[in-house]
T-cell receptor, first 113, second 112 residues
Framework: GAVVSQHPSWVICKSGTSVKIECRSL??????MFWYRQFPKQSLMLMAT?????????EQGVEKDKFLINHASLTLSTLTVTSAHPEDSSFYIC?????????FGPGTRLLVL | TQLLEQSPQFLSIQEGENLTVYCNSS?????LQWYRQEPGEGPVLLVT?????EVKKLKRLTFQFGDARKDSSLHITAAQPGDTGLYLC????????????FGKGTHLIIQP
């Protein structure tokens, strides 16, 4: 199978702090990973594409200086939400690309107080 | 901008009935994927279709990719309470190396 993990599964932080979320492909290598955000009762929205060894590409309307992405190895991508605000509270989900398909992690619930 | 219109958004039916969920777009996709998502969890892949006209079956679920690769359908036969969940279609381009465009999802409830 193709297993993707995320850590942490949930996090609560104070407004103004930064939060790092990890996404790992456990049994395969992924040169490309993706980060999505899902608000309650809504579908997934692509935030950015994370490319191993190069800069991430961001979707329109997503601030690259606020959502820092680092893809340092073929099995790990990290998303750092900097200076988090309550409106950043959401469900963040990563996926890893393998053979025409994307396999999703279990998601990280972020609550910013 | 590619958009996927998924319908219906909500569907509540009795156990044993059949149902179809539709996913339509004006754009062509290289692949289309169907996922099921439980509350508080990530989407779980059900199927990937890549060839126009392709039909795939997964037990009581039948997936079809339109000839023009712009639309897809999910048909469930003899629905069971265990089928309850959020079903998402997602279109991919660039051989899967690009991010997916998701439909808004169909919230399905199967009543015993």
């Amino acid at each position: 199978g193709a297993v993707v993990s995320q850590h942490p599964s949930w996090v609560i932080c104070k407004s103004g702090t930064s939060v790092k979320i990890e996404c790992r492909s456990l049994d395969f290598q992924a040169t490309t990973m993706f980060w999505y955000r899902q608000f309650p009762k809504q579908s997934l929205m692509l935030m950015a594409t994370s490319n191993e060894g190069s800069k991430a590409t961001y979707e329109q309307g997503v601030e690259k200086d606020k959502f820092l992405i680092n893809h340092a190895s073929l099995t790990l991508s990290t998303l750092t939400v900097t200076s988090a605000h309550p409106e950043d509270s959401s469900f963040y989900i990563c996926s890893a690309h393998r053979a025409e398909t994307q396999y999703f992690g279990p998601g990280t619930r972020l609550l910013v107080l | 901008t590619q958009l996927l219109e998924q319908s219906p958004q909500f569907l509540s039916i009795q156990e044993g009935e059949n149902l179809t969920v539709y996913c339509n777009s004006s754009s062509v996709f290289s692949s289309l994927q169907w996922y099921r998502q439980e509350p508080g969890e990530g989407p779980v892949l059900l199927v990937t279709v890549v060839t126009g006209g392709e039909v795939k079956k997964l037990k009581r679920l039948t997936f079809q990719f339109g000839d023009a690769r712009k639309d897809s359908s999910l048909h469930i036969t003899a629905a069971q309470p265990g089928d309850t969940g959020l079903y998402l279609c997602a279109g991919g381009s660039g051989g899967g190396a690009d991010g997916l465009t998701f439909g808004k999802g169909t919230h399905l409830i199967i009543q015993p």
